[in-house]
């Protein structure tokens, strides 16, 4: 069980936002943080940190240039997400991204595109592609979400879909999007259920309050549940966790040796 850190980018800059408000208009854009610090600052003391396989996510448009600086820092430290597909992804991973992330690209109308997945497949290492499965309970099962989180597509989590996406990808990323960004605590049913059925590594984020919620991860995770944590942490101006406090309790270092 690790910290996974996060550099959410709008509009150029390092941001804290709550992403169910992420509308195509820009209309009701609620932000929790805006960084006066660029990209590469984070990038840089991740590393130093210790802190392995965070992901660099592009919010929209006009990230392209943030995202290739906090990549660039420490080649193969960062992986990077919003907007992935086979067309682009060999050149983000040459951009130093470590892994991509895949979301929309994924789903036609909703719903799960095999020829899509195919086409991953054939352009993505498996090695090197992280399926991101964010989600929102639906009449009591988890579906999965796209376009900026405000499509709810036709797949629902459970083990056969992690079974099946298995084969594409090495990790999932999984937000809790209903609670995401707003600080009111995880979604501990849905970290349960992630825990019982993927079969590969999973980062789950969304709702991160303060360090119980760190402890309600573990036990509902049975500590095979990484996270991420975004508004509650003091360096995106969040008074709930410090970061060093997160530091303090990482396992030992495990990333990739130049």
């Given at each position: 069980?690790?910290?996974?850190?996060?550099?959410?980018?709008?509009?150029?800059?390092?941001?804290?936002?709550?992403?169910?408000?992420?509308?195509?208009?820009?209309?009701g854009?609620?932000?929790?943080?805006?960084?006066?610090?660029?990209?590469?600052?984070?990038?840089?003391?991740?590393?130093?940190?210790?802190?392995?396989?965070?992901?660099?996510?592009?919010?929209?448009?006009?990230n392209?240039a943030?995202?290739?600086?906090?990549?660039?820092?420490?080649?193969?430290n960062?992986?990077?997400?919003?907007?992935?597909?086979?067309?682009?992804?060999?050149?983000?991973?040459?951009?130093?991204?470590?892994?991509?992330?895949?979301t929309?690209?994924?789903?036609?109308?909703?719903?799960?595109?095999q020829?899509?997945?195919?086409?991953?497949?054939?352009?993505?290492?498996?090695?090197?592609?992280?399926?991101?499965?964010s989600c929102?309970?639906?009449?009591?099962?988890?579906h999965?979400?796209?376009?900026?989180?405000?499509?709810?597509?036709?797949?629902?989590?459970?083990?056969?879909?992690?079974t099946?996406?298995?084969?594409?990808?090495?990790?999932?990323?999984?937000?809790?999007?209903d609670v995401?960004?707003?600080?009111?605590?995880?979604?501990?049913?849905?970290?349960?259920?992630?825990?019982?059925?993927?079969?590969?590594?999973?980062?789950?984020?969304?709702?991160?309050?303060?360090?119980?919620?760190?402890?309600?991860?573990?036990?509902?995770?049975?500590?095979?549940?990484?996270?991420?944590?975004?508004?509650?942490?003091?360096?995106?101006?969040?008074?709930?966790?410090r970061?060093?406090d997160?530091?303090?309790?990482?396992?030992?270092?495990?990333?990739?040796?130049?």
């Amino acid at each position: 069980m690790r910290f996974r850190p996060c550099i959410d980018l709008h509009d150029g800059a390092v941001k804290q936002i709550v992403g169910s408000s992420l509308r195509d208009d820009g209309s009701g854009l609620q932000t929790n943080f805006a960084a006066s610090q660029p990209p590469e600052y984070y990038a840089d003391m991740y590393y130093r940190d210790g802190l392995t396989g965070g992901h660099v996510i592009m919010l929209g448009p006009g990230n392209t240039a943030a995202a290739k600086a906090a990549l660039s820092v420490h080649p193969g430290n960062l992986q990077v997400g919003g907007g992935i597909n086979p067309d682009n992804a060999a050149g983000w991973l040459d951009h130093g991204a470590d892994k991509v992330i895949v979301t929309s690209y994924m789903f036609t109308d909703g719903e799960l595109d095999q020829a899509k997945l195919r086409a991953l497949a054939a352009a993505i290492p498996r090695e090197r592609l992280v399926l991101d499965l964010s989600c929102r309970p639906v009449n009591g099962q988890y579906h999965v979400t796209c376009n900026r989180w405000q499509t709810i597509c036709s797949l629902v989590l459970n083990q056969e879909t992690f079974t099946e996406l298995a084969q594409f990808c090495s990790e999932f990323l999984v937000h809790a999007v209903d609670v995401e960004g707003k600080q009111s605590g995880i979604d501990q049913t849905l970290v349960e259920r992630l825990a019982a059925w993927s079969p590969l590594p999973v980062t789950y984020a969304g709702g991160v309050h303060c360090m119980a919620d760190i402890d309600l991860i573990a036990n509902a995770g049975q500590r095979r549940i990484d996270y991420t944590v975004g508004s509650a942490l003091d360096i995106f101006g969040g008074t709930g966790i410090r970061y060093q406090d997160l530091i303090a309790i990482q396992p030992p270092l495990d990333r990739k040796q130049p």
